[in-house]
């Protein structure tokens, strides 16, 4: 496990992703009013980026199907999919994001 730091408050639209490369792997930060969260930028149904979706509360909706994911640990709600997304412990200091990222 390695910390990263991914980008600065500023970088990540409030209510809002933005994907960011960290050793070829996409990770996807979100702001809401539950906090800033590091996620898989894939949806577990169909393997679609996630970037883009719509962020409510602990929520991420998949831009393709609807799928709402929790970011705090990654359960899909719906029966399209029963498969998590893998979620990154995100620790913010001062305005910069940082995440614990899985070593390949």
């Known amino acids: 496990m390695t910390r990263h730091r991914l980008a600065t408050l500023d970088d990540v639209p409030e209510t809002g992703s933005k994907a960011f490369d960290v050793d070829g792997r996409s990770v996807l930060v979100c702001r809401s009013s539950a906090g800033v ?7 577990s ?11 409510k509360g602990p929520y991420i909706f998949c831009p393709l199907h609807g799928i709402r994911f929790n970011m705090r640990d990654g359960t899909p709600n719906g029966t399209l999919t029963k498969k998590p997304i893998a979620v990154y412990e995100t620790e913010l200091i001062g305005e910069e994001i940082y995440a614990d990222i899985p070593d390949d």
């Open 37 to 43: 969260f590091a996620i898989e930028n894939m949806c």
């Open 45 to 55: 149904h169909a393997y679609a980026l996630l970037e883009g979706g719509k962020v």
